[in-house]
Each structure stands twice: as structure tokens, then as C-alpha cells.
């Protein structure tokens, strides 16, 4: 075969290859067989030096030829595969943008901390402070500057945990405190006053069942100042009703007894179904809120306040028991408030 018949051969070879050339990893290995140092082009430029003058001009014009070409083809291909890489670019990643978007789940808080800030709230209008007073407690703060013993049958009221820690000579032992009474003996010896406090809190006592956890929380509250009577009571309770259950709520004073307040009181209010009239749920028209009273001397005299100058309210009330009984919400097992289940909590 003479040597532009092998050129012709080569040039054809090229061609049918490069026609089925659909990348660039491909078309590099065409490079590589059609311009390399062992391409069939380059076997065919090593003759040239053995031909004469004449017949290497011709040839040598024709292999250029051949080179340049394949060449060009490069080039044009490389071009055409980018263009084609950027269209299907433009069809494989298009993004809708009139799609609807996924809308990412919206959490909100848990009902007892929306309960505990309206609280706060609500007191805070009428001038009571937020604070918190410890959770774990001397028994010293929690029974007896509150007038209950040791021995005292009171004490069996609030099933309190015992913490295992060393007893002191005075405080007594350390507990999980049962009620946010606690804070009271607490905030009189910080001995500011006049004092309005709330204090809001975990409590704990070991009871588990429909209408009991064993943490729950407790808000109390704690006004001392001088003549401060049971119709400051009386008015402060109506308006927390009137704002945190409605408008058309009503409360009522029952004469009870608390080892820490004397007089005392259960504070009920009117059922939110019958509105007084009584019903299947409340039976008599009246739920029970919390306990209440006038501080008794001796625990103001604990907390280091003149009881002939100085007279003081308190109440201290379930949060979880005054949420559930909001109109509306008909929570069957307080439990469910902390079983971290979103179906529930997600209600409210
Ligand atoms: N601490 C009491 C309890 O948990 C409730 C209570 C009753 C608090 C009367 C008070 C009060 O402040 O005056 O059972």
C-alpha cells in the first residue's frame, strides 16, 4: 500500500472511531491512538526520512494534511461535547421553582411552660416577682419553719422523696420538696420587704396515677405587708380566674386547715361545663383550685417578720391540675403530659 493509501486508511479509521465518541474520557483515548508518540500517524512520519526529497515534500504535505484535520475534528468535538454537557445540564438539574415547597415541621413550646409564662404573667400585672426557690430542700424549709413536726401526722400529706445526704444538726434532712411552700421562710429572711413573690416550681411526691406525676409544679404566691387581710386574698384570686379562665369564672373561699396559715382556706372555683349549676363532672357547680390562707404568726416570726406589724397571704396551687381544668382541655391522664408523645402535646 503506498503512503497516502495508508494515510487515506488511517484518516477513514479515524473517522468511523471518532463517530462513536459520546465523552471526553473516550475522546482523550483517541487522542492518545490517533496523535501519540505510538499513533499510526507517527509510524507513517518516521518513514518520511527515508524517502527522497521529492517524494517526502508530497508526503510529508499530505500527512500534515492529515494531522491537522484529525486535529481540528479534535477540537470541533471537544466544543460540541460541552455544549451538549451544558444543555442536559440546563434539562437533568432544572429546578420548579413554581413547585410548593416542603414546609419543615413547626415545634412550639410545652403547655406547661406556655402555663407557667401566662402565670408569671398574670401575677407580674398585679406586681408578684418570679423567683425560684431550691427543689432540693432542707426538710427545715419545707415542714418545719411551716409549723409541721416531725412527728406531726401532717407530714404524711406530702409523699416526699428523701434525698441520701448527711442530716444537719438543725435544717434536718434533705428532700426533693413536695410543695413550693418552701420558698416562703426562704424569701422573708432575704428581708426585703414588703414582699410580693411567685414562685414557681417543680415539686415531687411519690404518687403516680390519672391525676397525679410525680414531678409536677407548684405556683406560690406570697404577699406580706403591713394590713394585708383576707379580702386582698379574696381579690387576688378573682382576678387570676377572671384572666387565666375567663371572664365568666367565679371562686369561692372554703374554710380548711394548714399547719402554716390561719386562717385557711381551699379556693374552688366554678365549673367551667355548668357554670355553677352542677354537673356529672364537678357535681356541687365548684372545683378545687389550691390551698390558701393568712400566714400564721409563728412563720412569720420564722422568717424573721413582726407579726403585730406585718401581715402575710399565701397560696400554693398544681400547675398541671389548674391547666388541665381550663375550659376546654379535658386532659383524662395528667401522665400524658410528660409521656413526650407529639400526638398529644402537639394539641396544645
Ligand atoms: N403547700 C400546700 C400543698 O402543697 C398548698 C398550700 C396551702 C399553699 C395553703 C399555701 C397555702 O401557700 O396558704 O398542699
Redesign the pocket.
Known amino acids: 500500500m503506498s503512503f497516502k493509501d495508508e494515510l487515506q486508511k488511517l484518516r477513514a479509521s479515524f473517522d468511523t472511531d471518532l463517530a462513536t465518541v459520546s465523552g471526553d474520557d473516550e475522546l482523550e483515548v483517541l487522542r492518545v491512538k490517533y496523535l501519540g508518540r505510538k499513533s499510526g500517524l507517527q509510524d507513517l512520519m518516521r518513514l518520511l526520512k527515508d524517502m527522497t526529497n521529492d517524494e517526502r515534500k508530497d508526503a510529508g504535505q499530505a500527512a500534515n494534511e492529515v494531522k491537522k484535520a484529525i486535529e481540528s475534528a479534535f477540537d470541533l468535538t471537544t466544543t460540541e461535547l460541552e455544549r451538549a454537557r451544558l444543555e442536559n445540564l440546563a434539562t437533568e438539574e432544572a429546578i420548579d421553582i413554581s413547585l410548593p415547597g416542603i414546609a419543615p415541621p413547626v415545634g412550639h413550646l410545652h403547655m406547661t411552660t406556655t402555663a407557667i409564662r401566662e402565670i408569671e404573667g398574670i401575677f407580674a400585672r398585679l406586681g408578684f416577682t418570679r423567683v425560684r426557690h431550691p427543689e432540693v430542700e432542707w426538710e427545715w424549709y419545707a415542714f418545719e419553719t411551716l409549723r409541721v413536726g416531725p412527728d406531726h401526722p401532717a407530714r404524711d ?1 406530702w409523699e416526699t422523696f428523701f434525698i441520701d445526704a448527711p442530716a444537719d444538726d438543725k435544717k434536718g434532712k434533705m428532700v426533693l420538696t ?2 413550693t ?1 418552701n420558698g416562703d421562710v426562704r424569701e422573708m429572711e432575704r428581708g426585703d420587704l414588703p414582699i410580693r413573690m411567685m414562685n414557681i416550681n417543680k415539686t415531687y411526691r411519690r404518687q403516680s396515677d390519672v391525676s397525679h406525676v410525680p414531678m409536677f409544679h ?1 405556683f ?1 404566691g406570697l404577699l406580706i405587708d403591713e394590713g394585708v387581710t383576707i379580702t386582698d386574698l379574696k381579690g387576688l384570686f378573682e382576678h387570676f380566674a377572671k384572666e387565666y379562665f375567663g371572664a365568666d369564672r367565679e371562686i369561692r373561699l372554703r374554710p380548711h386547715h ?1 399547719r ?2 390561719e386562717p ?1 382556706f381551699e379556693v374552688d372555683i366554678s365549673c367551667g361545663l355548668c357554670h355553677g349549676k352542677g354537673c356529672r363532672m364537678c357535681k356541687d357547680g365548684w372545683v378545687e383550685l ?4 393568712m400566714l400564721h404568726p409563728d412563720v412569720l416570726k420564722a422568717g424573721g417578720v413582726d407579726p403585730e406589724k406585718y401581715g402575710g397571704l ?3 396551687w398544681g400547675l398541671e391540675r389548674t391547666v388541665s381544668m381550663r375550659a376546654g382541655l379535658n386532659i383524662s391522664d395528667l401522665r400524658t403530659m410528660y409521656s413526650n408523645d407529639v400526638r398529644f402535646l402537639q394539641q396544645f
Open positions: 400529706n413536695p410543695h411552700t407548684q406560690e394548714f402554716f396559715t385557711s389550691g390551698g390558701a390562707g399565701a397560696f400554693g
